[in-house]
């Protein structure tokens, strides 16, 4: 089984927990770029293939985490009013504003809950 581990906020880990929220989440940095893309130079972007989020909240050796499923994942980017696709500068280089959003499924596992 394929699992990106990720830090989360109370919020959101409760709310994946209780069933509530459904989607988690991620804008998509330089320096995280290839935890998310394939292959980040191509001309087609395509997703790695997860299949669960292992979700740690907090940074304590005792952190509630749970593992989830990941039943889909969509890569998206920022557009503005007028549909034009947002960037930003980091470090003098030009980047798309781009997020990934992976819809969840049942919950696996989880620890210290």
Do not use: H
Not at 49 to 73: C, H, S
Not at 85 to 111: H, M, P, R, W
């Amino acid at each position: 089984m394929k699992t990106l581990t990720l830090q989360i906020t109370k919020l959101n880990f409760d709310a994946i927990l209780d069933g509530s929220q459904k989607q988690e989440e991620r804008q998509i940095w330089p320096n995280t770029v290839k935890r998310y893309i394939v292959d980040p130079d191509a001309l087609e972007l395509e997703l790695i293939k997860y299949d669960a989020l292992y979700l740690i909240n907090g940074r304590q050796k005792n952190a509630r985490r749970l593992t989830v499923e990941v039943l889909d994942a969509e890569l998206f980017f920022e557009v503005d009013e007028e549909n034009k696709q947002i960037t930003y500068f980091e470090n003098g280089i030009e980047y798309d504003l781009a997020f990934v959003s992976y819809s969840l499924g049942k919950i696996l596992s989880t620890e210290n809950c």
